[in-house]
C-alpha cells in the first residue's frame, strides 16, 4: 500500500505534492517520487528510503511545473529502489499506483513481446506502458484509461499524467481507495482526505471502479460501466494541521501518554454517566436479534478483538466466531441469519479487513465498524459505525487507538447484554462505573514509565522474548510480542500460560526473558504456577502485576513492574501500557526507528 497525491494546479505543485506526502507516509517510505508536466515533457524525481531524500534531490535540483503527481511507497513488487520507485514513466505517460496488479506477468510478457522496455520490477509499470501505447496510437487520455482498466485485475488507484496534456490528470479506483478534492481553480487527487488536507477541505469520495478525470475546473467522474456520475463532495473535519510530536522524543511516546484523555473522549460516547448506562452513538440499532458475533481484524487491533471475545461471551452469551481478516474470507466461513460482525480497524482501510466486511455483508450479515478514521472506507460501509476517539494516530505500532477500540467493544458487549435481557440494571450500572474509571488507572500506569525505562536494558540484549497471559491478559501477551517484534526488531512470541509446557518451555534458559502478565485475581494462581515453571528451568521472570501479585509472586523475578489494581474489565486497558512502554523504552535502547520500523506501514491496503 503506497500514498498519492496529484494536482492539476494554477501555480507550480512540488513542494505542495511533498506537503501531501508528508501525509500520507503513514502508508509506506520505501521510497518516494514525483513527476510534472513541464514544457511538453514529462520530469521526474525519485530517492529511494523515507521522504526525506526526496526532498534532499528536489532541493539539489528543483520541479517546476503546475500539474503532477506524487507516491510515496510499501514495496510489494520489486525492492525499495530508486528505480522501482513511483512514478512510473514512458516518454508519453507518468503514473503512480497504489495496490498491486495481480496479472502483471503476462501483461508485461505482452508488452516486451510488443518490442516495449520495462524498466523497474514492479506490477506497475505495465499500466504506464498500456497506457501509453494507446497515447502513442493518437488516443485522448480519457480514451486510452477507459480502454486498459477492464483489462488490469487486482486492486488499484491511480494517478496519470500525460506529456501532451498539462492541464488534466486521470485518476482511478478498484480496491484502493481515492479521493477528489475540489480547490478555488485547481483540483486534486489523493489517496485519502488527510492527504489533501492542506489544500482543501471539499472532498468527494470514488466509489468502487470508477475513474476521473480533473482539471483545473473540476472533475468528470465515471462509473465501471463508464456512464458519466456524480458523487457528492463533503466537507472533511480533518485539518491542515501536522500533527506535532509536542515535547515528545517520538509519536510513539506521546500516543502512549494521551491515552488516559482519548480513552475518556471515547467512552463519553458510550456511557451516560448520570444514568449510569451504556449507549450506542445510533441508540435504536436493535442488537436484540443478534445470534452469533464474529470478530474480524488485523495486527494490533486483532488482539482488541480477541480480548472482546471474552467480554461478548461472558457478558452476552453471545457465541464469537474471531479471525484474523486475511484467512476469514478464504476458509468458507458459515454465516447465519442474525449473525453481527464487527470490523476492528484504526485506519478503517486495512485491505483484508475490507474486504471480509464485504464478504460478510453481501452475506446478510449486520456490520459493525470499530475505526478510528471516521471517513475511512470501512465507517462508510458499516451498518453501525462504532467511532473510537483516539485522534490521529501516526506511530505505525498502535497504541492509543487500541485501548480506545477495548473501551468501545467493552461498551459494545454491555449494549448487547443488555439488548439480549442478560443485563441486570445492577450489572450495567457496576460496568458504566469500572469504564469510567479506566482514564485514571490508565494514568496511574504511566507513572512507572522511568522504572520500565531502567529495566529495559535487560530485555534489549535478548535475542528472543516470551509474554505469557491467561484469559484476557493471553491476548495482551500478543499484543505485548507484537509490539516488540515491531519496532524493537527482537524476536517475541505470546502464548497463553497454560500452553507454554506444550512447547514454548524448551525455549527456556536465562538468556530468554519471560513476561508475565498477572493481575491479582482469580487466575493469578494459575498463572504463577506457570512463570513457576519459568523459574524453576533458570528462566529470568518480569512480572508485571499489580502490589498485591507483586507481593506474593515477585520475589525471585528479575523485575517486577507494579500496576494499580483495577477491576478485571478494565485491567486490558491498563495492562496495555506497561507492555507499550517496554516495548518503546527497548526499541529506544536499541536505536530503532521507533516511528518507523523498516518494512511496516500503518496502513495496509493490499491483501
Ligand atoms: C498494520 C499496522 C498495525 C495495525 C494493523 C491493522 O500492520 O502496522 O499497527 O494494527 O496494520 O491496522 P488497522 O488500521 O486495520 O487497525
Known amino acids: ?68 503527481i506524487a507516491h510515496t511507497r510499501w514495496a510489494t513488487h520489486g525492492g525499495p529502489t530508486t528505480n522501482n520507485a513511483h512514478p ?48 502513442e496510437a493518437g488516443m485522448a487520455p480519457a480514451d ?36 477528489v478534492g ?16 492542506a489544500l482543501t477541505q471539499r472532498i468527494a469520495y470514488l466509489e468502487e471502479g470508477d475513474w476521473v478525470v480533473i482539471t483545473r475546473e473540476g472533475a468528470q467522474i465515471f462509473d465501471r460501466e463508464n456512464n458519466p456520475v456524480e458523487r457528492p463532495v463533503t466537507i472533511s473535519g480533518v485539518t491542515g494541521e501536522l500533527v506535532s510530536k509536542g515535547n515528545h522524543r517520538h509519536y510513539m511516546l506521546k500516543e502512549i501518554y494521551e491515552q488516559p484523555i482519548v480513552v475518556a473522549q471515547t467512552l463519553r460516547s458510550y456511557l451516560q454517566r448520570m444514568e449510569e448506562r451504556v449507549t450506542l452513538p445510533i441508540p435504536d440499532f436493535d442488537l436484540s436479534a443478534i445470534r452469533r458475533v464474529t470478530i474480524v481484524a488485523c495486527g494490533t487491533s486483532f488482539y482488541a478483538g480477541m480480548v ?52 460478510a455483508k453481501s452475506e446478510g450479515q449486520k456490520i459493525a465498524a470499530v475505526v ?18 483516539a485522534g490521529p494516530e501516526i506511530g505505525v505500532a498502535s497504541t492509543k487507538a487500541f485501548t480506545c477500540q477495548l473501551a468501545v467493544l467493552a461498551a459494545l458487549a454491555a449494549n448487547l447484554a443488555r439488548a439480549k435481557g442478560r443485563l441486570t440494571p445492577a450489572d450495567e450500572k457496576s460496568i458504566v462505573r469500572h469504564l469510567a474509571e479506566a482514564p485514571a488507572a490508565l494514568n496511574g500506569a504511566l507513572a512507572y514509565d522511568e522504572s520500565i525505562e531502567a529495566m529495559a536494558h535487560s530485555v534489549a540484549a535478548a535475542r528472543d522474548v516470551l509474554y505469557l497471559g491467561r484469559g484476557t491478559d493471553y491476548p495482551l501477551a ?37 513476561i508475565v502478565i498477572a493481575p491479582s485475581g482469580p487466575l493469578f494462581d494459575k498463572t504463577v504456577s506457570n512463570m513457576q515453571e519459568v523459574q524453576a528451568r533458570g528462566g529470568r521472570v518480569i512480572l ?46 536499541k536505536g530503532t526507528d521507533v516511528d518507523q520500523p523498516r518494512n511496516l506501514a500503518k496502513s495496509v491496503t493490499v491483501e
Open 1 to 68: 500500500m503506497c500514498g498519492i497525491v496529484g494536482i492539476v494546479g494554477a501555480t507550480p505543485v512540488a513542494d505542495r505534492l511533498l506537503d501531501g506526502l508528508k501525509r500520507l507516509e503513514y502508508r509506506g517510505y520505501d521510497s518516494a517520487g514525483i513527476a510534472t508536466a513541464v514544457d511538453g515533457r514529462i520530469e521526474r524525481r525519485r530517492a529511494s528510503g523515507k521522504l526525506i531524500h526526496l526532498a534532499e534531490v528536489l532541493q539539489g535540483d528543483p520541479l517546476p511545473g503546475s500539474t503532477g
Open 88 to 135: 512510473h514513466a514512458t516518454g508519453e505517460v507518468a503514473l503512480v499506483h497504489n495496490g498491486i496488479i495481480e496479472n502483471f506477468k503476462p501483461l508485461r510478457d505482452e508488452l516486451t513481446a510488443r518490442g516495449r522496455t520495462l524498466e523497474s520490477e514492479t506490477d506497475t509499470e505495465v499500466v504506464a506502458h498500456l497506457v501509453s501505447e494507446k497515447v
Open 144 to 179: 486510452a484509461v477507459r480502454e486498459v482498466l477492464p483489462r488490469l485485475h487486482g486492486a488499484f488507484a491511480l494517478a496519470i499524467l500525460f506529456r501532451q496534456h498539462p492541464d488534466l490528470l486521470v485518476g482511478a479506483r478498484l480496491g484502493s481507495p481515492l479521493v
Open 182 to 197: 475540489y480547490g478555488d481553480g485547481e483540483t486534486y487527487l489523493g489517496s485519502d482526505a488527510l492527504a489533501l488536507a
Open 308 to 359: 472482546a471475545k471474552y467480554w461478548f461471551e461472558q457478558f452476552a452469551r453471545v457465541p464469537v466466531d474471531l479471525d484474523v481478516a486475511s484467512e476469514f474470507r478464504y476458509r468458507a466461513p458459515v454465516m447465519e441469519e442474525g449473525g453481527l460482525m464487527i470490523v476492528i480497524s484504526q485506519s478503517g482501510e486495512t485491505a483484508d479487513t475490507l474486504a471480509a466486511l464485504r464478504h
Open 372 to 389: 478510528n478514521v471516521p471517513t475511512s472506507t470501512m465507517a462508510r460501509e458499516a451498518d453501525l459505525l462504532l467511532p473510537t476517539h
Open 478 to 514: 500478543l499484543e505485548g510480542a507484537l509490539k516488540l517484534k515491531e519496532i524493537s526488531y527482537i524476536h517475541a512470541e505470546g502464548y497463553a500460560a497454560g500452553e507454554m509446557k506444550h512447547g514454548p518451555i524448551a525455549l527456556i534458559d536465562d538468556a530468554v526473558p519471560v
Open 544 to 589: 508485571i502485576s499489580d502490589y498485591d501479585g507483586v507481593q506474593a509472586a515477585g520475589e525471585n523475578c528479575l523485575a517486577t513492574i507494579t500496576m494499580p489494581k483495577v477491576h478485571p474489565l478494565i485491567a486490558p486497558l491498563v495492562y496495555a501500557v506497561p507492555v507499550q512502554l517496554l516495548a518503546y523504552h527497548v526499541a529506544v535502547a
